[in-house]
């Protein structure tokens, strides 16, 4: 089997993986994201997945799968949020894995919290926050979400073999570039791709610095542009 997969970085922690007919975007947030370069309404996919409700990673989510007549991939207490709006929904949780038509997702833990704005303010429910862990044309993306170092991460690449990880770097709502080059280490993918950095001033960082530090312990890292595309 050929291996091969185009993987596109809209900014902040929104990537695309696409094969030769599939494609599918994970945390869509190009509206009111000033790093991004891509609109929502140029998205072409066939299944949006959502790690978790912030709307950092979840405002375009809806427009995008109803726009596109895609399907909402999330955990099940944030796909009947979804749901409620008329969105076709693939609900699914911690742990579980699924065959669909483009490739297979598992869904990982992640450390971190899940709620959505209510229209008064509060916060609603959302399930858990979660990575994905997704296989497509043969090669296997883990895009670990918002979270903090977890010690499972170990796990994680003891029983998959990873070929890119998507990891946050931002530092005060995830895992900053420290705690990031040791989940780099643990899971072992053979290349590490930042995310969720320098979107807003309190997660600016060195991305240079942290691809540096990722090649002083043998692992290949690629900051990415935000419209930057590369071929996996
Ligand atoms: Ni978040
Ligand atoms: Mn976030």
Redesign the pocket.
């Known amino acids: 089997e050929m291996r091969s997969m185009r993987i596109t970085y809209h900014g902040h922690s929104c990537v695309q993986l696409s094969s030769d007919i599939h494609s599918v975007i994970i945390d869509p947030f190009l509206s009111g994201n000033p790093a991004a370069v891509t609109k929502a309404d140029q998205i072409r996919a066939q299944h949006v997945l959502v790690t978790?409700g912030?709307s950092?990673?979840i405002i375009d989510a809806a427009a995008i799968a109803i726009r596109n007549q895609a399907s909402i991939i999330a955990v099940e207490e944030l796909a009947n949020h979804f749901a409620a709006q008329g969105v076709r929904v693939e609900a699914m949780h911690v742990g579980g894995e699924w065959e669909f038509d483009f490739g297979r997702v598992q869904l990982t833990q992640a450390t971190?919290t899940s709620s959505i704005q209510l229209e008064d303010g509060r916060n609603g429910y959302a399930g858990v926050p979660v990575g994905f862990i997704v296989t497509m044309g043969g090669v296997t993306v883990y895009h670990a979400g918002?979270t903090g170092l977890f010690g499972d991460m170990r796990m994680i690449g003891e029983s998959h073999d990873i070929d890119v990880a998507l990891l946050p770097i931002g530092g005060r709502?995830t895992m900053g570039p420290k705690d990031a080059l040791i989940a780099a280490e643990w899971i072992g993918a053979r290349c590490v791709v930042p995310i969720h950095y320098d979107t807003f001033p309190p997660i600016k960082q060195d991305a240079s610095a942290f691809v540096h530090a990722l090649s002083l312990r043998g692992i290949t890292g690629i900051a990415m542009r935000p419209g930057e595309s590369m071929n996996v």
């Open positions: 978790h912030h950092d990673h971190h918002d709502f």
